[in-house]
């Protein structure tokens, strides 16, 4: 062997003793668990969507939560009922919200439904009222004429109906709502209320992965 061919292996020995392992590159970080958005139905609270402070304020009077004596569908949570004093008055309160999957099939059904059952009645009080049937009683009875459907701007749609109640379909999270109560000024009201607190996040719905900002 030649002295340049066994220089040449010598080198090559020596770098091959140098050469060091490359380190395992270190495992992937594990992703954080995605943020989940929704509250369980079954563990919602009537307040985390408008306080007793803020429900007294909009309906003009003391409010008290009452029970619940009935049942609801499976994905819905317990309606919030109040007995609200105003000019001291007993009045009844109740707002209700569905965001099941189902639920814009469902708003729109209730749409068409209410409007067609309000203008039914309005039209039956209008022949009754012609045939002079509505006539004043011992207890002082107001046969009172059933108030219009009347589009409301609130959410991504609304309806009064009935003269006695509203419903719309949030344009933030996925739910309607419906509201009942004593007078269209302050359904619209307490409607708006609702609709500004209620998000995607506090929503009563199957919790979801959060929709990014």
């Given at each position: 062997?030649?002295?340049?061919?066994?220089?040449?292996?010598?080198?090559?020995?020596?770098?091959?003793?140098?050469?060091?392992?490359?380190?395992?590159?270190?495992?992937?970080?594990?992703?954080?668990?995605?943020?989940l958005?929704?509250?369980?139905?079954?563990?919602?609270?009537?307040?985390?969507?408008?306080?007793?402070?803020?429900?007294?304020a909009?309906?003009?009077?003391?409010?008290?939560?009452t029970?619940?004596?009935?049942?609801?569908?499976?994905g819905?949570?317990?309606?919030?009922?109040?007995?609200?004093?105003?000019?001291?008055t007993?009045?009844?309160?109740?707002?209700?919200?569905?965001?099941?999957?189902?639920?814009?099939?469902?708003a729109?059904?209730?749409?068409?439904?209410?409007?067609?059952?309000?203008?039914?009645?309005?039209?039956?009080?209008?022949?009754?009222?012609?045939?002079?049937?509505?006539?004043?009683?011992?207890?002082?009875?107001?046969?009172?004429?059933p108030?219009?459907?009347?589009?409301?701007?609130v959410?991504?749609?609304?309806l009064?109906?009935?003269g006695?109640?509203?419903?719309?379909?949030?344009?933030?999270?996925?739910?309607?709502?419906?509201?009942?109560?004593?007078?269209?000024?302050?359904?619209?009201?307490?409607?708006?209320?609702?609709?500004?607190?209620?998000?995607?996040q506090?929503?009563?719905m199957?919790?979801?992965?959060?929709?990014?900002?």
């Open positions: 062997m030649t002295k340049c061919s066994s220089l040449v292996l010598f080198l090559a020995v020596a770098g091959a003793c140098k050469t060091e392992h490359a380190e395992p590159a270190p495992p992937p970080k594990a992703e954080a668990a995605a943020k958005a929704g509250v369980w139905p079954k563990d919602f609270k009537c307040d985390s969507i408008v306080s007793p402070e803020a429900l007294a909009v309906l003009g009077g003391e409010s008290k939560q029970d619940n004596p009935g049942s609801v569908p499976k819905v949570p317990m309606p919030c009922k109040y007995e609200v004093t105003h000019d001291s007993l009045e009844l309160w109740q707002f209700d919200f569905d965001c099941r999957d189902n639920m814009k099939t469902t729109d059904a209730l749409f068409e439904q209410y409007r067609k059952q309000n203008l039914e009645m309005i039209a039956d009080w209008n022949t009754k009222s012609d045939a002079g049937v509505f006539k004043p009683n011992d207890a002082g009875t107001e046969y009172n004429r108030g219009n459907p009347v589009e409301v701007d959410g991504a749609k609304g009064d109906h009935h006695q109640a509203l419903i719309f379909i949030d344009d933030d999270a996925p739910c309607y709502v419906r509201v009942a109560g004593k007078d269209s000024a302050r359904r619209l009201v307490l409607a708006k209320l609702l609709a500004k607190n209620l998000t995607f506090n929503a009563p199957t919790p979801r992965p959060s929709i990014p900002k």
